[in-house]
């Protein structure tokens, strides 16, 4: 089999023994957070959203170059009307000095999930977003929201049969090229805060391969000694993609 270039969707990470290129975050815990303090749960996603920026200035100092977060996925419009509109809110109202703050440090930002249920003004904001920061050559921020792994699967499907790919023609690669994720490696590490273990419907395509790490620490709370311990868990992995184990092997 000829192995495919480092720099492809789906490719194997060549230097997982090191810094991963991208991490993965299930951002669990917000609404505990506030409740542990006796606070609203929407400022627990405030807090959350803040602790984002720290949490990205950390991964691009140790070398980390695409992160995903899961900020609202498909299921989660099945909360409590005032949460869900709180959350949109949150969004709309931050993103312009969010969007700004990243172009400041060179961050280019993508969405992936769906865009046609948001508000106008939210879908404006995040197309904004993302042709501001097109050009930035620093850490990539994909931010899921509206992000449902089941449901990318079925988008990927409908544009392949709507594009009349030749049945032949379908593969792994040209699956990935149809996903939201298009252009943006696998994950190497997905971390999970707030102690669940579940993968909560998050980039199952494209976790095929990825390292876990779930931590008891919520969102929020999440600093640079939890996020190093994570990337230490990471270094001490063996990656083998399904292939044999070799003393030295290192993927
Ligand atoms: C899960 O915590 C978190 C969410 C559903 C939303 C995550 C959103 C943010 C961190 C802020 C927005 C960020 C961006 C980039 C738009 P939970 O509410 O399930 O917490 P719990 O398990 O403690 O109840």
């Known amino acids: ?3 495919e270039p480092a720099d492809q969707p789906g490719a194997p990470n060549p230097s997982a023994s090191r810094t991963p290129r991208h991490v993965a975050f299930i951002m ?4 505990r957070w506030a409740t ?4 609203p749960r929407l400022l627990g996603h405030q807090a959350g959203l803040d602790n984002l920026k720290h949490v990205l200035g950390h991964l691009h100092q140790r070398g980390v170059q695409f992160v995903t977060v899961y900020a609202f996925s498909t299921e989660n419009w099945d909360r409590p009307t005032e949460e869900v509109e709180g959350l949109m809110e949150l969004l709309r109202d931050g993103l312009g000095e969010l969007t700004q703050e990243l172009h400041g440090n060179n961050v280019r930002v993508h969405h992936v999930g769906r865009s046609n249920r948001l508000t106008p003004e939210l879908h404006e904001g995040i197309e904004r977003a993302v042709a501001l920061t097109r050009e930035n050559t620093g850490i990539t921020i994909n931010v899921a929201f509206d992000y449902g792994g089941r449901e990318e699967i079925l988008q990927a499907c409908r544009g392949i049969i709507e594009d009349q790919v030749p ?10 090229k149809y996903l939201y994720t298009a252009g943006t490696p696998d994950p190497d590490l997905i971390i999970r805060t707030g102690g669940e273990l579940r993968l909560s419907n998050f980039l199952l395509w494209q976790s095929a391969y990825s390292e876990y790490y779930s931590t008891h620490v919520l969102w929020p709370d999440l600093d640079a000694i939890e996020l190093d311990k994570a990337l230490a868990s990471y ?11 070799t003393a030295d092997s290192l993927d």
């Open 28 to 31: 669990d815990g917000n609404g």
């Open 36 to 39: 542990n303090r006796g606070l």
């Open 1 to 3: 089999m000829v192995p």
């Open 167 to 176: 049945i032949e023609a379908v593969d792994e690669r040209l699956f990935s």
């Open 235 to 245: 270094q001490n992995r063996h990656r083998r993609f399904g292939k044999v184990n």
